[in-house]
């Protein structure tokens, strides 16, 4: 049982490429976030799901999509990267069973230069 | 909107001193969860409160929620070096989503 997985774990971007982070989880959790989380910041929600199909936006999700084709699988996409999206990334899940207590993944730290 | 704040930001103390961080909602919250991060790593849920004035504890962990439900802390007894971290507090928000505080830093000198 591996919980949250996340790739790749390091990723250096130039100004105005895309790429997509990629977040696995096999706890069969509905509920899936994305988190942003600058050095020495707290958590920002960036986008968020409670099922496959249904995705919704959080605090600060301008620059970034997300799609939730899986109950598994909760990809974060950032298109035209910015360097004020250098950060860490976090994903997590939750269920309600439990109190939406949310798992991490082990993040995928992100320069854009 | 929902704000949850904590204080202090960053604390260093000797080991074996005590810690206490301190966690403050500007609305009631029908819950509060507690995370602890490890530097470099990413958080870790450690425990949820539910109840009003309820009290519970981890080994040297002892976690409060306030008989107002607006207030949380968290202390520590007799730190060791494998309590440095960040811990966070979180309150519930829209039933489904957490609204994080900024975190305090524990650095343990020994």
């Known amino acids: 049982n591996a919980g949250v997985t996340q790739t790749p774990k390091f990723r250096i971007l130039k100004i105005g490429q895309s790429m997509t982070l990629q977040c696995t989880q096999d706890m069969n959790h509905n509920y899936m976030y994305w988190y942003r989380q600058d050095p020495g910041m707290g958590l920002k929600l960036i986008y968020y799901?409670?099922?496959?199909?249904?995705?919704d936006k959080g605090e600060v999700p301008n620059g970034y999509n997300v799609s939730r084709s899986t109950t598994e699988d909760f990809p974060l996409r950032l298109e035209l990267a910015a360097p004020s999206q250098t950060s860490v990334y976090f994903c997590?899940?939750?269920?309600?069973?439990?109190?939406?207590?949310?798992?991490f993944g082990p993040g995928t730290r992100l320069t854009v230069t | 909107g929902q704000q949850v704040m904590q204080i202090p930001q960053y604390q260093h103390v000797q080991e074996g001193e005590d810690f206490t961080t301190y966690c403050n909602s500007s609305t009631t919250l029908s819950n509060i969860q507690w995370y602890k991060q490890r530097p470099g790593g990413h958080p870790v849920f450690l425990i949820q409160l539910v109840k009003s004035g309820e009290v519970k504890k981890q080994k040297r962990l002892t976690f409060q929620f306030g008989e107002a439900k607006k207030n949380s802390s968290l202390h520590i007894t007799a730190t060791q070096t494998t309590d440095v971290g960040t811990y966070f507090c979180?309150?519930?928000?829209?039933?489904?989503?957490?609204?994080f505080g900024a975190g305090t830093i524990l650095r343990v000198k020994s």
């Open positions: 799901s409670v099922g496959a199909g249904i995705t």
């Open positions: 979180a309150g519930p928000k829209d039933g489904n989503k957490l609204v």
């Open positions: 997590a899940a939750s269920q309600k069973r439990t109190g939406y207590e949310q798992y």
